[in-house]
Each structure stands twice: as structure tokens, then as C-alpha cells.
């Protein structure tokens, strides 16, 4: 097809930020901050490598994700603790936040709740930022890896992908069948995971981890929570996923309480307060 003449016009509109946040309710980050450094740890388990663990967390608790060992990427569901249909809408959150996550930033729940799930407080590696690439890291960009799509482009069953950990872990957590549990699994925030989209094609791309040893994210919960977390079978994403070939660490979830009164002030937030009424 021949060019438009005003293409080039076109093509040198700025841009504008679909969601502007400066209304947003903002976290108070310093009361988090303090009430992080008196809390204790409560509880403990550990998402072993190519696997998935589950965990539960109360509001006005933190939970602490480390790569105990080595770099490895986590993909973490989350839900309301008592309804599985409100759960962690990686889709909102990318539109409010940007492609890559972190302190200050929440993660929302889907419509019609539309709500903080959770707030970020510390980010060991809050250093990276945005390399020359256009790659960061704790992506709400991927999905997970699953069976459907190795399936689709290698004709391969493997069944240790995140999908099918968070699956079974669901399963496990809630007493449900797989069959039961599947379809309450939802797209992902790539813990520790480096990503981006080529300038050339667009396409997802990944590097290898950053994470070191003991580095770690830290959230709030800001409603009772249920997650899930799976240790990518891609290890460190750094050149493969949803195979045995990656080397892969274990991740440990470790929940924190506050001390009583730390937390003076705050309160969980409500469900959108929007009617549902939809113009009738």
C-alpha cells in the first residue's frame, strides 16, 4: 500500500497517558516502612523448583518473596482468601503502573471489586530500572508459561510450567478439583523476572534475573489474601522456560505480622464504590 501523506504527521503525535494516577489513593508508604521493621516472621514455606506453594496472608500483614538461593522467577497468583473471584487483574494494574512493578506500586483486583490487593514496600532490586534494551524486571506483561501454548508450538505435554504448578497448588490450597481450580488460575506478576518488548517487532523478551541470593520483594496485604507461587521451570529466564533444562532455585514465602498498634490509621480498603447500574 502506498504511504498517506500525513502519515508522518501521524507518527509524531505525542503521546498521552491513557490513566492518569495522580487521583489514585496513595499508599502511606512511611507507615508500611515502619511497621515492616518491627514485624515478625509468622509463617513459612517454600515453592520448590518447578513447583508451586501456596501461602495465606491476613490484611495488614506482610509477605517477603526471596530467592533463597540463586536467581529464579516466581509467578504469582493471588485471591481474595474468601472468594476466589476477586483475584490479582495484572491487566488493570499494567495500565495504572506500567509494563514492570515496584515500591509504591499496588496490585488490583479485577471488576467489579477494583481494589488494592497489595502494595509493594521493598524491592531488592529496585536498583535495575530500565536497561538500554527496555528491559525490567516484576513484569505484569507475561502470562505464564502453560501447557496449551508448548502444546501449540512444539507439540509437547509438559506439566510442570507455572500454569499447571499454580493449578495444582490452587487445587491443594482449597480442596477443589484441578478441573475446578484451572479456571481461577489468571495471568501473573513475573516476580524477579527481566523482560520487555523488542523495538524492532514487539515481541515479549526475556534476560536473565538480576536476583541474587537473598534478594527479595516485599508486600503489603491490603485485603485477606490467598496466593500461589510458582518457580518457573525457566529458572532464570535467561534462555529457556517450560522445560527440565534451566537450572532452578527454590523460592521461600515468609509471611510477617506487624506489632500490635503499627498500623494505627489504616484500614482495608472497600470494593469500588461504582453502582453496576451500566446506563439502565
Not at 168 to 191: F, I, Y
Request: glycine residues 10%; proline residues 7%.
Amino acid at each position: 500500500m502506498t504511504d498517506p501523506a500525513d502519515r508522518a504527521a501521524h507518527r509524531a503525535l505525542k503521546p498521552v497517558i491513557c490513566y492518569p494516577v495522580e487521583t489514585l489513593p496513595r499508599p502511606d508508604m512511611a507507615l508500611y516502612r515502619a511497621a515492616l521493621a518491627s514485624a515478625r516472621v509468622t509463617g513459612q514455606t517454600l515453592a520448590a523448583p518447578r513447583d508451586a506453594a501456596s501461602f495465606r496472608v491476613p490484611a495488614g500483614h506482610f509477605f517477603r518473596i526471596t530467592a533463597a538461593e540463586g536467581p529464579q522467577v516466581g509467578d504469582l497468583n493471588l485471591w481474595h482468601a474468601h472468594d476466589l473471584t476477586e483475584r490479582f487483574y495484572s491487566g488493570k494494574t499494567r495500565a495504572l503502573h506500567g509494563t514492570h512493578v515496584g515500591i509504591g506500586d499496588r496490585l488490583w483486583s479485577c471488576l467489579p471489586f477494583l481494589r488494592p490487593m497489595a502494595t509493594i514496600v521493598r524491592d531488592d532490586l529496585d536498583w535495575y530500572g530500565i536497561d538500554a534494551d527496555g528491559g525490567a524486571v516484576h513484569d505484569v506483561i507475561g502470562t505464564r508459561c502453560d501447557p496449551y501454548t508448548g502444546m501449540l508450538l512444539s507439540g509437547t505435554s509438559y506439566h510442570h510450567c507455572c500454569h499447571s504448578n499454580l493449578t495444582r497448588a490452587l487445587a491443594d490450597a482449597t480442596g477443589l478439583s484441578l478441573a475446578q481450580a484451572e479456571p481461577h488460575v489468571h495471568d501473573v506478576l513475573n516476580v524477579f523476572m527481566c523482560t520487555g518488548f523488542t523495538r524492532e517487532t514487539g515481541q515479549y523478551f526475556m534476560k536473565a534475573s538480576p536476583a541474587r541470593p537473598g534478594d527479595s520483594l516485599v508486600l503489603f496485604a491490603e485485603i485477606d489474601l490467598l496466593g500461589a507461587l510458582s518457580a518457573c521451570p525457566g529458572g532464570d529466564c535467561g534462555a529457556t522456560h517450560s522445560s527440565d533444562a534451566a537450572l532452578c532455585h527454590p523460592l521461600r514465602i515468609d509471611i510477617l505480622t506487624p506489632e500490635p498498634g503499627a498500623l494505627h490509621g489504616w484500614t482495608s480498603p472497600p470494593r469500588n464504590g461504582y453502582d453496576r447500574s451500566h446506563g439502565r
